[in-house]
């Protein structure tokens, strides 16, 4: 929205208005609004990642010439008068159409930076999202389709300037720089009256007034009625403040007499003074609340240290973790996501477990190969770029042929995103989907239970994440070569295998890799004359791709597969001594990654692992568990200090957020001993879950749930609904961040408001492991709190609005309705409940376990934590165990007293 | 009566009636009425509750001059008929685009009623009893009459884009504004859309592409310019210089039974069309 009408024109233009902004407002036209318009159908048309069916032609040229080629040739613009093509044809270069239209339009060259940032923030949603895409180099799109913010500039240039041209010829007016401004100097009352009148700020009640004066164009009059009207406005406006001062004093215990005893003078002090604190009103909020939280949680803490000493209930409430139950002691590594918390607590609440609070990667970061799918996903925060691949195999007979449900499904959503093809589809299929909603509204579960019977399971897998040494490399190549070979035999020749011997495939691939020459065996066992062999050997080498440079290549991707044996005792080792835990492992290690199930749902990855990148952490969770059971990582862990037993074993599995189920994963390579303790475990795990589902429920405003097994069934329906806005508040009311040991928060609820990082300052006196955890775990989680914060404190502006209204664009983000900004942040139904803020809008309190003089150290030789800590992005307090104060930060003392030192007593 | 005689006899009073259910340019003059503002206090005309009389009572004096001339036409006033069916067709789309982009409350009524009842006469054409339908048009006006009034009293002006945001402030207000602009647009169910089917049944048999364009074409762009007025006036950030009121119990009672009121006429004209 441009901004208001309060200040001159000529000290907006340039800074807070475009010369389309100031058109809009002086002349009523509505530039601003079509610029975005048409811009927009453009951007959606180049940024398409595969939902429309016929495509943008013309992409790989990058935005600026994509858009420039169609734009040349859109009668619909040359209809509505936009001679575009005219002005494009005056340069090529994004960066000389932009130096083109900014002379043209008279701006003056020093006010360019100011007039670029104020286009830029017009849209900026799309504006993000291109830079974004421009700083991608390893984005698939953006290495297909460049774009980039010069590009998007260029874009949005060459249509104001063809927009205001035609507004320009219409009303007959010079709409440029120079002239806006005389218009301005040489009218500067009918402009303020022309700004309110087209702003919206108008008083209502004047607008037919100035509405028929301005159109009289009589200066007398229009002199004569800005004097009526700005007299008015400013007695009205001085009322609203009036009231709304005496219904604030009201509210403090002030009658109207009272107040109205005070002379004048201490009247506008107190008007005044209360509109001034109006701008710091929201920060003064925040401090409030995170004031309240930090003394609650020092509060819970030093109570909690209280009573262990006084050995009452609270220790018998931790449920101590040395007792080890019938299955011994299991400990269970989380992710530090907030949804964990609650988790955590419920399990040490049920059974004998020791829980740890780790990043969801587990400090493995992958790009991943899923099975069917022929790109890489980056599982970890990002922060870290993976170097090394971990690739999904199917260790049974994978089914080439589709389930008759999943062809026929195929069909129908082909069919649906042709272009005419709906009309018909409609009415032969539509009743189809009528079944479909009618079962997925009324009955979720059991209509989905059903149709995931139909669906086509994907196989089991195991993860390949062993470094492939040179000879697995090149017979991996060799095979794969061979099976080209193969294919392409059958298919020029009509020779089945079975015709076949090894060593003529051998010979084949070895002329097509050029190692060899001459005619092949197989030439003269099927007659295929010389010049058809070679020709079949060309092709070998182009359409099959049998060739060296491929060959290279695909040696270099398999270089980047798995990890060395050192490579993972290093990860194993750095995880496991980063939480403290180098010892006293027990007989189970559930390793467990989280993610969401929802339906209908764009936000679905805002609801899964923040630290594998938005996606779900059990592939992780698996290569972890896999690494730290291998013998010769044990034995490697072992020359580092940390003994394993062999009768651990390491479980991955996987917790849904949504319904606070945990499934265990890889069970099948546990040692039989080993799954005579799963059945136990999972029982508590389904416990645990329950009463985290009931404890949600209760934080949903779920009502009639008569105990944790209802609230489990409940969770579970909003997990399948599709009409479900709000599957779960994901990590909506998170607050702070606890670095440190368990002992610190095993007796507290923290109600699922706290990142839980494991950390034990005793095994780590340089502040390696902390310094890990500050440049990693916690800026994440300084992200996520800024997200959700922006979110919450303006949900149109930063955060995405109603989820009720969007739709998905180009299959990369979410607009509102069928065409607006592309929508950032939260939408309203993670943010609010109501109309009332569910998340409190606090900055990162972040609890640090260590000694002072280390946490100190460490921020002065880290950039990143040091500016997020001293510009007031986060609040830090460290928990000094040595000299038993808690140190809170708050730069607002200056920087001499930032450090504001309290007793407090820590749990052992 | 019939003939050329009868013929030249009915023309005056056809003409008449193109005053009452408005045929441009004939339609200046009831435009310029609602649009008229009160220059003094005992300017009793320009009250809302005369003008929805006025409103009220055109259609009524309308059908009578349409039933008066048709009388004089006799059989041979066939043509006469279809001439002025294709005035009313061409006047209802002509106001029906203009009020797309009308932003005043009292122009929208004018251009909405000027409109409707242009339709009219494509269905005298067809011999659909006018009187019923006009009624249903007209009378389905008056919510948003008085909403609109209501408006004015509150905010000096009843115009779209000056006080956006009434859900959010006014939220009683808003629920009956959209009601009133729906019934005013003939969405199905409303007596105005009862009375654009009276007059599409009646004139289908007839002449399909006389009766289904003007019909369907105004219909059209009078629900587009429906959504047009409720987006600048009922959703959107509302304004903090601003004092929204919302309605009290009673006026909520009042709109309401009118509305309901409304709803029982609409049956009336189910009972015309079966």
Known sequence: ?908 | MGGLLGMMLALPFFVLAGLCLPLFPLSIGINRFIQHLPKHAADRLAQPQAKALVLLVLPLLGAMLIGVGSWLAGDGGGWLLNAFAFWGGLTSLLYAFRLLSARDGQIWVGQLYTSALALVWVGVAHDVPPLLPALGLAASLLPLWFLLDGLTQRFGIARTGLYPGLALRMPRFAALFIVAVLVAVAVPFSPAFFAVADLAFGGIGANELLTLVPLSLAWLLWTWAGINLLAGIVFGEPRADLDYVDLDRRDVLMHGGGMVLLALFGLVLVEGIL
């Open chain 1, 1 to 908: 929205m441009p901004p208001g009408t309060a200040k001159p024109l000529a000290d907006q233009l340039g800074r807070d208005l475009t010369l389309y902004d100031a058109a809009d407002q002086l002349f009523g036209t509505r530039i601003g609004e079509t610029l975005n318009e048409l811009l927009i159908k453009g951007l959606m048309d180049f940024f398409d990642e595969g939902q429309s069916v016929w495509r943008m032609p013309g992409r790989r040229q990058g935005l600026f010439r994509a858009w420039a080629n169609i734009a040349r040739r859109n009668r619909r613009l040359k209809m509505r008068g936009l001679d575009v093509a005219a002005i494009l044809d005056e340069a090529d270069e994004p960066e000389a159409m932009i130096d083109l239209v900014m002379t043209r339009l008279g701006i003056p060259e020093q006010r360019w930076m100011d007039y670029f940032t104020v286009e830029l923030s017009r849209l900026h949603g799309w504006a993000g999202f291109v830079r974004w895409r421009a700083q991608a180099g390893h984005y698939y799109w953006q290495q297909r389709n460049p774009a980039d913010l010069v590009d998007y500039l260029a874009v949005r240039l060459v249509l104001a300037l063809a927009l205001l041209t035609d507004a320009g010829r219409r009303l007959k007016r010079d709409l440029r720089w120079e002239a806006l401004l005389d218009f301005a100097a040489t009218h500067p009352h009918e402009c303020v009256l022309r700004r309110e009148l087209n702003a919206g700020t108008v008083l209502p009640d004047f607008a037919h007034r100035i509405e028929v004066t301005l159109d009289s164009g009589d200066p007398a009059r229009i002199d004569a009625l800005y004097l009526d009207y700005e007299r008015e406005k400013t007695t009205r406006e001085a009322c609203t403040r009036a009231r709304r001062v005496q219904v604030m004093a009201a509210a403090a215990g002030f009658d109207r007499a009272s107040l109205l005893a005070r002379d004048e003078d201490a009247l506008h002090q107190i008007i005044d003074g209360t509109y001034a604190a109006k701008a710091h009103e929201g920060m003064l909020w925040t401090r409030a609340l995170e004031r309240a939280h930090i003394r609650a949680l020092l509060g819970q803490i030093d109570a909690a240290a209280e009573a262990q000493c006084s050995g009452a209930p609270a220790s018998a409430q931790s449920g101590d973790a040395t007792h080890d139950g019938p299955i011994g002691k299991v400990q269970a590594l989380f992710c530090i996501d907030v949804r964990s918390e609650r988790l955590r607590r419920h399990l040490e609440a049920v059974g004998d477990y020791e829980t740890f609070g780790i990043a969801g990667f587990f400090g493995v970061p992958i790009a991943f190969v899923e099975f069917g799918k022929g790109h890489e996903t980056a599982l970890c925060p990002a922060v870290v770029t993976p170097k090394n691949v971990a690739v999904e195999m199917p260790h049974t007979q994978a089914k080439h042929a589709h389930s008759l449900f999943d062809l026929a499904h195929e069909v129908v959503h082909d069919l649906k995103n042709t272009v005419l093809a709906p009309y018909v589809t409609v009415e032969a299929v539509g009743l189809l989907f009528g079944f479909d909603m009618v079962g997925k509204t009324f009955a979720p579960r059991a209509y989905n239970t059903w149709r995931q019977r139909l669906e086509t399971r994907k196989p089991p897998a195991r993860l390949l994440f062993d470094k492939l040494s040179e000879d697995e490399a090149l017979e991996l190549v060799a095979n794969l070569q061979d099976e080209m070979v193969l294919r392409a035999v059958e298919r020029h020749f009509a020779v089945k295998r079975e015709q076949l011997t090894s060593p003529m495939l051998r010979e084949l691939r070895e002329t097509a890799l050029e190692n060899r020459r001459g005619q092949t065996e197989f030439a003269r066992r099927f007659g295929v004359d010389a010049a058809a062999e070679a020709v079949f050997i060309r092709s070998l080498q182009a359409e099959y791709r049998v060739n060296s440079d491929q060959a290279r290549i695909q040696l270099e991707h398999l270089a980047k597969v798995g990890f060395r044996p050192k490579r993972q005792a290093q990860l194993i080792g750095a995880a496991l001594r980063g939480i403290g835990l180098t010892a006293g492992f027990g007989r189970a290690v559930l390793v467990v990654g989280h993610g969401s199930t929802s339906e209908n749902n764009p936000y679905e990855s805002a609801l899964d692992c923040g630290a594998c990148g938005g996606d779900q952490g059990l592939v992780n969770a698996r290569i972890f568990a896999a690494m730290a059971n291998r013998r010769e990582v044990r034995q490697l862990l072992k020359e580092q200090g940390i003994t394993i037993p062999a009768e651990t074993h390491f479980i991955p599995a996987l917790h849904d957020t949504t319904t606070d189920e945990i499934h265990l994963a890889d069970l099948d390579e546990l040692p039989p001993a080993a799954l005579t303790r799963v059945d136990r475990i999972r029982e508590d795990l389904t416990a645990a879950g329950r009463l985290t589902a009931a404890e949600r429920c209760r934080e949903l405003g779920e009502t009639d749930i008569s105990g944790p097994d209802a609230a489990a069934r409940r969770v579970k329906r909003h997990a399948l609904d599709w009409t479900q806005v709000r599957p779960e508040w994901g990590l909506s009311k998170n607050a702070s961040f606890v670095i440190g040991r368990r002992a610190l928060t095993r007796t507290l609820n923290l109600n699922g408001r706290a990142f839980l990082h494991s950390y034990d300052y005793r095994v780590d006196p340089k502040g390696r492991l902390l310094e890990t955890i500050l440049t990693g775990p916690l800026i994440v989680a300084q992200w996520i709190n800024l997200e959700h914060f922006f979110s919450v404190v303006d949900n149109e502006a930063f955060g995405s609005g109603s989820k009720v209204y969007h739709n998905i664009v180009g299959r990369f983000g979410v607009v509102t309705g069928n065409l607006s900004d592309l929508r950032t942040g939260l939408p309203a139904q993670t943010m609010l409940r109501g109309d009332r803020p569910y998340h409190q809008p606090m900055r990162l309190i972040t609890v640090i376990e260590a000694p002072f003089g280390l946490v100190e150290d460490l921020l002065a030789k880290l950039y990143k934590p040091r500016e997020l800590v001293q510009n007031g992005w986060i609040r830090l307090v460290v928990l000094d165990p040595e000299t038993a104060q808690a140190q809170v930060y708050d730069p607002k003392h200056g920087e001499g007293d930032a450090w504001q030192p309290q007793p407090i007593r820590l749990p052992a």
